[in-house]
């Protein structure tokens, strides 16, 4: 007796390989690529975007102005503050990814996001603030970690329950200094710094309206440098 092979199914696997190379483009169709963040920060509102880079203000330090439990990240091209509804556990330094919505709020360039649509990626870099003259505080350097020094113009203005402001100017232009109440910061030490003191400021460039600002993260990233004269 003759075996009788059965006769292989070209069509079947035709049909397999069109059906996995569908799902490969649809999945394609429904990702962004990782933009650096110089670049998606010029794209329009409203625009999805991912980007990726190492946090420089850890989760909830400026819910008291900002009314969210957002971070701040940076990658080598730029920074931008991710608005986040819910408290994430990493800290400074740490490497994510985000998808998000391009928003402002009161014109400072915002990325809003959920908290599945953070991705915490392995390893961590920290970042090395900017030099930045007072009077360079502006839409240049706003969403990174910067650093500022100068003599305070304008002492201690009480702005609760959302922060605190002084000013300081290096001769280049005052700017102004916000401290968020949530970041920790003691009242009476700030309200004893008096015009004349020269101080310098880690935080991120922000802005508030038309106004640009320095915003510290924690007591250390503020110090005084001389008395005032």
Known sequence: MNSTSLPSSPSLSRRSAVTLLGAFVLTLAGCHPVLAIEDARSRSNGSEVVVEGAVTVAP????????????????????????????LSFGL?????????????????????????????????????????????????EGQLIRASGAITQAFQDDSPYGYKLYIDDGTGEVQVFVHVSAGFDKASLQAL??????????????????????PRMPGDLSVLSAAP
């Open 194 to 215: 008096t015009v004349g003191q020269r101080i310098a400021v880690v935080g991120l460039a922000a802005q508030y309206e038309t106004t640009y600002e320095v915003a």
């Open 60 to 87: 909830g330090t400026f819910s008291s102005a900002l009314g969210d439990e957002g971070f701040a990240i940076q990658d080598d091209s730029g920074g931008i503050y991710v608005k986040l509804e819910e408290k």
């Open 93 to 141: 330094g740490a490497r994510v990814r985000v998808s998000g919505t391009l928003d402002e709020q009161n014109m400072l360039r915002i990325l809003k996001s959920v908290p599945e649509d953070v991705d915490l990626k392995s390893g961590t870099e920290q970042v090395s603030p900017k030099e930045v003259t007072t009077g360079g505080v502006n839409e240049s350097v």
